[in-house]
């Protein structure tokens, strides 16, 4: 009986199956939840530029400088500009995706407004929904909505 036990070595066909099986049902588990790691990326990714938008905006009025707002579409990105001097440049990678824009280039003067027409903003993001970002002229007020 001794003998017996000493000589076993490796594992048996049950249980390299349930290790196997284990394994499964963790990926089965796991795998959904990256979708919504997704989800949550757009999203961030969404509020930081409705934020860019009202941070040039506001850094217009407050010290009552011109600020460029420069989307690029080819490129997915969008930069904040003072003049020549550039104060931050983004690109999209987490899943939103520019689709167009009224004018490529926003220019908020010293009051705070875009200029003589109000500017819109399009893009979707890759689970499918539409958004836009309305800058109204006479009004501060930037709008984030879903499109349907």
């Not at 490796?10 to 049902?25: D, K, N, P, R």
């Not at 080819?74 to 500009?81: D, F, G, M, P, T």
Request: with cysteine; proline share 2%; net charge positive.
């Amino acid at each position: 009986m001794a003998l017996l036990e000493s000589n076993r070595k490796g594992y048996t066909l049950i249980e390299l199956l349930m290790v196997v099986a284990l394994i499964s049902l963790f990926l089965a588990i796991a795998v959904p939840r990256f979708s919504f790691v997704h989800a949550m990326r757009e999203k961030q990714e969404i509020k930081y530029l409705y934020k860019d938008l009202l941070y040039a905006r506001n850094k217009a009025v407050v010290e009552k400088k011109s600020i460029s707002f420069d989307i690029d579409l080819a490129k997915n990105s969008y930069r904040i500009s003072e003049g020549t001097k550039e104060i931050k440049k983004v690109e999209l990678k987490n899943g939103v995706i520019l689709e167009g824009c009224t004018k490529g280039n926003l220019l908020f003067n010293r009051i705070g407004s875009s200029g003589n027409n109000a500017q819109t903003i399009t893009f979707r993001t890759r689970s499918g929904d539409w958004y836009q970002i309305t800058i109204p002229v006479a009004t501060p007020d930037i709008t984030l909505k879903k499109v349907d």
